[in-house]
């Protein structure tokens, strides 16, 4: 849940390794509450390996959320 409006916001999932596999989005997030979903797919839309991915929510300033 944002708490305030986040500009450019970056959402990634990452392996273990610290490689982006997948960016489910880059945009504006407004205040309050937002869902998004991963198919298990990386960027070429080829299956990801079975493991531990993480989730990290970013943008200019730093990182804002970062999540098994």
Known sequence: KAE????DASIGVYNLRGQLVRQLSRKN???GSHEYSWDGRDQS???AACGVYLVKVSNPGGIL????
Do not use: E, H, N
Request: aromatic letters at 0%; zero cysteines; glycine letters at 8%.
């Open 4 to 7: 305030t409006p986040i500009t």
């Open 29 to 31: 997030l407004t205040k």
């Open 45 to 47: 839309g080829s299956t």
């Open 65 to 68: 959320l970062s999540s098994k």
